[in-house]
């Protein structure tokens, strides 16, 4: 029997906490879903222009090979950069939605990428840097590498020809193994840059001052030229917002600013 002195369940008391407690892991659900989405949209785009390129049309803005929805091109503005900028992409980046180094070609004049693992992928590159007139230098932090500043200072006084900066790309494992298996890049003089914390959110890195591709670039470019970086932040920063959800943030300083402090 049941008991007439037992509330029944419309009397009972609403527990605040059980309902913000729904609602919060609702809101958690939805963020992780939509991130999961964007992420396998994004890819898929990538698959779809890498493989069938004919087919781009009808899910991928063909400039920026973003999904629609997620096009980057109102954030696209040209960056009149001097310096060369080669990027040596390990193949597992190209096809990595998250891959900064393609807003990089989007954005700034002179860039080339160039796939490929192994030294033989690398020929063409090789041969041109042979006749360069230009001061080739790597930008990796190996145990020979100077810090930015010292570099640059010494090669604006000695070669008005201008740089030639060479990235690599992909995760630092893979940067690493790019490294090590290219040996012919050891020739060249290498820079490491100075702590900067990364404005780069979603993609994970062993530190916060580790910095994506492009900002490795916007960096060089910004202590080589002083021009203004900020259309390569823009890029990155519309980039970001569309996997995530939620409109642009704000750089947390003026980036301008803060590099001229650390020179
Ligand atoms: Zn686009």
């Not at 419309?10 to 999961?36: A, D, G």
């Not at 796939?115 to 063409?124: P, Q, W």
């Not at 890195?205 to 080589?224: G, K, M, N, R, W």
Request: hydrophobic share 35%; net charge positive; proline share 6%.
């Amino acid at each position: 029997m049941t008991d007439p002195y037992e509330k029944s369940d419309i009397e009972k008391p609403i527990n605040t906490f059980l309902i913000l407690q729904s609602v919060y892991s609702t809101m958690i659900y939805y963020v992780i879903i939509r991130y999961i989405l964007s992420e396998l949209s994004l890819r898929a785009c990538l698959h779809i222009s890498l493989r069938y390129p004919y087919m781009i049309q009808r899910t991928c803005c063909t400039h920026c090979l973003y999904p629609i929805k997620t096009c980057i091109c109102s954030a696209i503005s040209p960056l009149s950069n001097n310096s060369m900028i080669d990027i040596i992409q390990h193949p597992s980046e190209q096809k990595a939605a998250k891959n900064t180094a393609r807003l990089v070609a989007l954005c700034a004049a002179n860039t080339q990428l160039w796939l490929g693992e192994s030294a033989t992928d690398f020929i063409h590159l090789k041969n041109q840097l042979k006749t360069q007139e230009r001061s080739v230098c790597i930008v990796y932090p190996n145990h020979t590498a100077q810090p930015i500043g010292t570099l640059l200072t010494q090669n604006t006084l000695n070669n008005p020809k201008g740089w030639r900066f060479i990235f690599l790309d992909g995760t630092w494992k893979k940067a690493y193994k790019l490294w090590q298996l290219n040996p012919w890049l050891h020739a060249y003089p290498s820079i490491h840059l100075t702590a900067v914390s990364s404005q780069y959110h979603i993609r994970k890195a062993p530190h916060d001052h580790c910095l994506s591709t492009l900002e490795a670039v916007a960096h060089c470019l910004h202590h080589c030229e002083h021009i203004d970086v900020q259309p390569l932040y823009n890029c990155l920063h519309k980039m970001q917002a569309s996997f995530m959800g939620f409109a642009p943030h704000k750089p947390r300083c003026n980036d301008s600013a803060k590099l001229k402090k650390i020179t």
